[in-house]
């Protein structure tokens, strides 16, 4: 298994500014992921976290918006940029991969999330 | 077109007896996952339960069990002795190797209040 972590757990931003969210692993996942999750809504893929190189974003979301660092096994962060009201919503870290590969049999495991309200 | 459906927003079971969770899926891909996941108020995701596309039997774990039937292509979530602390959002899920490169792709999810 695998516990996840990230930081800031929750945050008040004002229109316009960006918030980096931070999400830890403890142990070494072959994939990251980071999804949103909108009030009421269910959760939305953003991009999958490449170690190494550049995120795989979903169709609607783009690396202006949202940069997408992953420069180890066990670490990512998500940037939100120049944040609106609508960018309001939870922020969900997720790992799956502990065997070392990927597979249909992974169990994806989530962070706490981050709850981001933009005024 | 919608990979994940989940046609209950909402449902309500009496404690202790069982509920049925409706999940269908639509994939052309041979080799997929399918999981449930629990998310209560305090908005965490909990992991449940996992059914793999070439699983000849249907997975349990404790008071979960999944009515897979692959033909139909439906997944659905099987609480039985429902508890007061059941009552939380529940997400049906998949996973496609090929299509989708090992995505978690999540359906609308069903509110589930338990009633003492």
């Known amino acids: 298994s695998a516990v996840i972590s990230q930081k800031p757990s929750r945050d008040i931003c004002q229109r316009g500014t960006s918030l980096t969210i931070q999400c830890q692993v403890d142990s070494q996942v072959t994939m990251m992921f980071w999804y949103r999750q909108q009030p009421g809504q269910s959760l939305t893929l953003i991009a999958t976290?490449?170690?190494?190189?550049?995120?795989?974003?979903e169709s609607g979301f783009v690396i202006d918006k949202f940069p997408i660092s992953r420069p180890n096994l066990t670490f990512s962060t998500l940037t939100v940029s120049n944040m609106s009201p609508e960018d309001s919503s939870i922020y969900l870290c997720s790992a799956a991969g502990t065997s070392g590969r990927g597979a249909t049999t992974d169990t994806q495991y989530f962070g706490p999330g981050t709850r981001l309200t933009v005024l | 077109a919608q990979k994940i459906t989940q046609t209950q927003p909402g449902m309500f079971v009496q404690e202790k007896e069982a509920v049925t969770l409706d999940c269908t899926y639509d994939?052309?891909?041979?080799?997929?996952?399918l999981f449930w996941y629990k998310q209560p108020s305090s908005g965490e995701m909990i992991f449940l339960i996992y059914?793999?596309?070439?699983?000849?039997q249907n997975a349990t774990e404790g008071r979960y069990s999944l009515n897979f039937q692959k033909a139909r292509k439906s997944a659905n979530l099987v609480i039985s002795a429902s508890q007061l602390g059941d009552s939380a959002m529940y997400f049906c899920a998949m996973r496609e190797i090929y299509n989708q490169g090992g995505k978690l792709i999540f359906g609308q999810g069903t509110e589930l209040s338990v009633k003492p």
């Open positions: 994939t052309s891909d041979p080799s997929y996952g």
């Open positions: 976290a490449n170690q190494g190189s550049e995120a795989t974003y």
């Open positions: 059914q793999g596309s070439y699983d000849q």
